[in-house]
């Protein structure tokens, strides 16, 4: 079956601009994890959706949000960028809470 | 929040040679994922392994719960290890929904 989908794979940004990510889970997962990745700071979590509710967030400023949608498809935002908003930005999907976690190949942005 | 320690954070072998990582964490654990990091940025699930132990291949992976650690070992490296080998927990307890949380991850360097 298809596995977790994230588009775009490449995203650059200016500073001050808002950026859109989308992840698509695996079929029949309702929760979608977002998740951070820079070389100074390693993999920090965002936030955790589960039937379009938000159930976790991380230690993130406001302008990263985010949403799930009906089909359990989920979105992130992140406004007005930031030089350092540049990573690594992965999504996970997992069927429910204490199960195996399966990844996306990940958003690569880059702020200028 | 719970911590995850890995080590060594830098493994260089020659192939053929047999390789332990390790992964401390610091409480009760409901989920424990052992990923190998590919060039391209995703996360590959290798084990889920709350609990016991667990052989895939030439891979194998054990955790001590009660211990609060677990091992990945790697017999008969191949330069095709080479890579970054990551933890992750998801504490216990009623308000971790989805939350892993990362070990800083071990560099594995294999030499033909």
């Known amino acids: 079956k298809a596995g977790v989908t994230q588009t775009p794979r490449y995203l650059i940004k200016t500073r001050g601009q808002q950026v859109t990510l989308s992840c698509s889970p695996i079929?029949?997962?309702?929760?979608v994890s977002w998740y951070q990745q820079t070389p100074g700071q390693g993999l920090q979590f965002l936030f955790e959706?589960?039937?379009?509710?938000?159930?976790n967030k991380g230690n993130f400023p406001g302008r990263f949000s985010g949403r799930q949608f009906s089909n359990s498809r989920s979105e992130m935002n992140v406004s007005t960028l930031e030089l350092g908003d540049s990573a690594l930005y992965l999504c996970?999907?997992?069927?429910?809470?204490?199960?195996?976690?399966?990844f996306g190949q990940g958003t690569r942005l880059t702020v200028v | 929040g719970i911590q995850v320690e890995q080590s060594p954070p830098d493994l260089i072998l020659q192939e053929g040679a047999n390789s332990t990582l390790r992964c401390n964490f610091s409480?009760?654990?409901?989920?424990l994922q052992w990923f190998h990091q590919n060039p391209w940025g995703q996360l590959i699930n290798l084990f889920y392994?709350?609990?016991g132990t667990k052989q895939n291949g030439r891979l194998s992976a054990t955790t001590v719960a009660t211990e609060r650690y677990s091992l990945l070992y790697i017999s008969s490296s191949q330069t095709t290890d080479s890579g970054v080998y990551f933890c992750?927990?998801?504490?216990?307890?009623?308000?971790?929904?989805?939350?892993?949380?990362f070990g800083q991850g071990t560099i594995l360097t294999v030499h033909p």
């Open positions: 996970a999907s997992s069927f429910a809470e204490d199960t195996e976690a399966f």
């Open positions: 079929s029949g997962h309702r929760s």
């Open positions: 959706y589960f039937s379009e509710t938000q159930r």
């Open positions: 409480d009760s654990v409901n989920n």
């Open positions: 392994i709350p609990s």
């Open positions: 992750a927990v998801e504490q216990a307890g009623g308000t971790s929904y989805g939350k892993l949380t």
